[in-house]
């Protein structure tokens, strides 16, 4: 700084450090140019539990699929899953949970996948395309690929079972 001032110096220019500012100067300035016909947010629910508030039909289109995005995870922090069923209108429900047991990331996968397809069922879908990013679970799941881990052969069972709800069911692979 001191090369700075002997510097601006020579053209008869002082340099003065800046003072620091409140954080109560900034409020006071804020404050005092409040808008007059400002409201606040009003940022009151009635009911905290809903996410969602939407009506269905109970005709489902023939030829028409819901669809169902899932996704989980699994790493030292914890285990997540989640879904999201899509109408169609283009209505979104999202579905989340946290695992409180360990497990691989596909047994993951896999939870995520039960727990929107159960979603699904307890809609009375009854035709879904299933979306997800990993390989191993849509495959399996389609008959292309054999499970030979015996942590995923029940889960496999399992969404077997489920998907005979179902009038027609579509498993679906999107890469990351």
Same mark, same amino acid.
């Given at each position: ?15 003065? +450090? ?28 009635? +009911? ?9 039909? *109970?005709?489902?289109? *023939? ?38 047991? +360990?497990?691989?990331? +596909?047994?993951? *996968? ?11 069922? *307890? ?54």
């Amino acid at each position: 700084m001191a090369r700075w001032q002997i510097l601006l110096f020579e053209f008869d220019i002082v340099y003065v +450090n800046q003072k620091a500012v409140k954080g109560s100067a900034i409020a006071d300035f804020l404050a005092s140019r409040a808008l007059e016909d400002y409201e606040p947010l009003n940022f009151d629910f009635p +009911n905290e539990d809903l996410m969602y508030v939407a009506t269905t039909k *109970e005709d489902h289109q *023939e030829g028409h699929y819901w669809k169902l995005n899932f996704d989980g995870a699994s790493n030292a922090v914890g285990n997540g899953i989640g879904a999201v069923l899509v109408s169609l209108d283009g209505d979104h429900y999202p579905f989340t949970s946290k695992l409180d047991f +360990n497990c691989t990331n +596909n047994m993951a *996968e896999y939870e995520a996948c039960i727990m929107g397809i159960r979603a699904a069922i *307890e809609c009375k879908i009854k035709a879904l395309e299933v979306y997800g990013d990993s390989a191993l679970v849509i495959y399996q799941l389609k008959g292309e690929w054999e499970t030979r881990d015996p942590k995923l052969i029940n889960y496999r069972n399992l969404v077997l079972e489920l998907i005979q709800e179902f009038d027609d069911i579509v498993f679906c692979y999107l890469p990351r």
